[in-house]
């Protein structure tokens, strides 16, 4: 028609062409490519510098990578600033990504994301909506290439996650059931690692009453019994080289001079006359100042 060549003549250059766009195993094999084995390598040679602790971790996340079948799958890792959270989370995924698996990082913030290696926000990877409910879930498709790399995924780790309002982890457990085609085990049987510490930031929610941001947080999920808790205890910052020349330059410093802000004012035995309110004063303001 119009001296234009029939569609036949071009289907299995069309066909071909469709088909590898449209694989769902192409996300994953760009993700495994995405990672190049001599810095994972880098990477993994700082395992020596975990501490005991760390190390038992290590070896418990990675015994459920290797045999996920029947072990225990899910991981909170729960302590304080300064354990070596992030160091040990770092480490697992150079583990797993140099035998060339799939491992999925997010976190609950964009800033505590940038901190792993390939990773991402949680709402940007699971597609979680931005208006919960109790029957909530995530705009993955069965067919997409997002639901084909978490099928994939020998690991997922999420960062910070006391952050995030309960109702985003069980959606997320929803939609991970389906995509496995696994209603009997939370989050559809992934290993994952949890990580974060309750004592910062909780669910930011408006005009919540402390009852109200208890219930929202993760810990009030059913799916919070279903996890293994994990303490690194250990405050590794006092090791970091550059805490031990902050140290030695403070000690190389003269004291500050003790400054006082207030404006020179009678005292009161120049008045003959006590004044205790100008002296509590004077004693919170100068108690202020020396705090910060």
């Not at 971790?57 to 015994?63: K, L």
């Not at 995530?138 to 997409?144: K, P, V």
């Not at 995509?179 to 974060?196: A, C, D, R, T, Y």
């Amino acid at each position: 028609m119009y001296g234009l060549p029939d569609l036949e003549t071009y289907s299995d250059v069309s066909d071909e062409v469709a088909r590898q766009s449209a694989d769902p195993m192409d996300i994953v094999v760009q993700d495994v490519a995405a990672y190049e084995p001599d810095d994972l390598a880098r990477t993994a040679t700082l395992a020596d510098q975990m501490n005991e602790n760390q190390k038992v971790i290590f070896d418990q996340v990675i015994e459920a990578v290797n045999h996920p079948v029947g072990g225990q799958k899910l991981v909170f890792v729960d302590g304080p600033g300064g354990t070596g959270k992030s160091f040990l989370l770092e480490q697992i995924l150079a583990h797993v990504r140099l035998q060339r698996k799939v491992a999925i990082a997010v976190a609950s913030s964009g800033i505590a994301a940038t901190l792993l290696t390939g990773g991402h926000t949680a709402h940007s990877t699971f597609r979680i909506p931005l208006k919960l409910s109790e029957f909530s879930t995530c705009s993955l498709s069965w067919q997409s290439q997002k639901a084909e790399l978490i099928r994939k995924a020998s690991l997922i780790i999420w960062d910070e996650a006391p952050m995030m309002h309960r109702a985003c982890f069980e959606a997320v457990d929803r939609s991970f059931r389906d995509i496995m085609k696994n209603e009997l085990e939370p989050f559809g049987g992934k290993v994952m690692v949890f990580s974060g510490d309750h004592r910062q930031i909780l669910p930011v929610l408006n005009d919540a009453t402390r009852a109200e941001t208890l219930e929202a947080c993760f810990k009030s999920s059913p799916l919070w019994s279903h996890l293994r808790q994990v303490h690194p205890t250990e405050n590794m910052r006092r090791y970091d080289q550059w805490d031990d020349e902050e140290t030695k330059e403070n000690e190389n410093m003269e004291a500050p001079p003790n400054f006082n802000l207030l404006p020179p004012t009678e005292t009161s035995s120049d008045r003959g006359v006590d004044d205790p309110d100008e002296d509590r004063r004077k004693q919170n303001v100068n108690a202020l100042i020396d705090e910060v």
